[in-house]
């Protein structure tokens, strides 16, 4: 019966050890603001004449953020379409387009992936019982993708959006364009510095772990990093490990943890 195995077919869900895994990192970058201000900050730094661009590609790959991209970009770029001369309302459809329209594409393996892992390879046993998959067997399309809908988004914005909406006109609105508030203040680009550190530190780590041919992230046998090999397998705790310490450092860096309750709260 149902009631029987209720909790059984919960626990040995397959796709969730690694979810909870993946949104335990992501969690707690997002909450402590790390994620969102990653964002404002490389907009604000971006040079004028490719600013488009990188709102675009900040959009497409904002999705290893969760849930920000969709939320900050928009406004943020309205602000800068402003600066511009361009109608906001078209800085808001750009970057909506962007953060929704490549929600699973990037150049990073994501919680997405882990997710679909997690179904495909007991699926795909029930075809053929040898056959082995990773998480990264999407990686060529989804990264192809980012390469596709980056020109995409910005022909159509500068074909079709910014033409229709035409020029702002700031003295026949009421709107008053304060973006003081987006700024980032010297303490957080402090945290920003030290957690972006962190989070290259992290990738070097695990790059100089993986290059030894006798490495404990390669496959014992064949020395492979694809395929039964611990990096892929344990792909879930390496995300984990990737957005959480960055996360942490901004935390802490931006005095948000002050108690282990603290890092609990946004670890949920």
């Known amino acids: 019966m149902i009631l029987n195995d209720a909790i059984k077919n919960?626990?040995?869900f397959p796709a969730l050890g690694l979810v909870l895994a993946v949104m335990l990192g992501i969690g707690v970058a997002e909450k402590t603001g790390y994620f969102d201000k990653l964002m404002v900050q490389v907009v604000h730094k971006a040079p004028q004449k490719i600013i488009i661009p990188v709102i675009i590609l900040i959009g497409i790959l904002g999705n290893a953020a969760g849930d920000a991209a969709p939320i900050v970009l928009p406004p943020l770029t309205a602000m800068v379409f402003i600066k511009l001369g361009y109608h906001p309302i078209a800085g808001l459809a750009?970057?909506?387009?962007?953060a929704i329209g490549g929600f699973s594409a990037n150049f990073m393996i994501g919680m997405a992936d882990a997710l679909l892992y997690a179904f495909t390879e007991p699926a795909a046993k029930i075809v053929a019982d040898d056959v082995h998959i990773n998480v990264a067997m999407n990686w060529y399309f989804i990264a192809a993708s980012v390469i596709v809908l980056l020109p995409a988004v910005y022909w159509v914005t500068m074909r079709f959006v910014i033409p229709r909406l035409g020029k702002f006109d700031a003295s026949q609105s009421d709107i008053q364009v304060n973006d003081a508030n987006s700024r980032l203040?010297?303490?957080e680009n402090r945290a920003l510095f030290w957690a972006n550190i962190s989070f290259f530190v992290v990738i070097a780590l695990i790059i100089i772990c993986a290059i030894p041919q006798n490495s404990f992230l390669r496959n014992a046998k064949t020395g492979s990093l694809l395929n039964d090999a611990p990096i892929i397998n344990g792909v879930g705790l390496l995300?984990?490990?990737l957005f959480?310490?960055?996360g942490l450092v901004y935390g802490v860096m931006m005095k948000k943890?002050?108690?282990t309750k603290d890092l609990g709260k946004d670890a949920c």
Not at 94 to 98: I, S, T, V
């Open 239 to 241: 995300i984990l490990i």
């Open 185 to 187: 203040t010297p303490q």
């Open 257 to 259: 943890f002050r108690s």
């Open 10 to 12: 919960f626990s040995e």
């Open 94 to 98: 750009m970057a909506y387009a962007a």
């Open 244 to 246: 959480l310490v960055p």
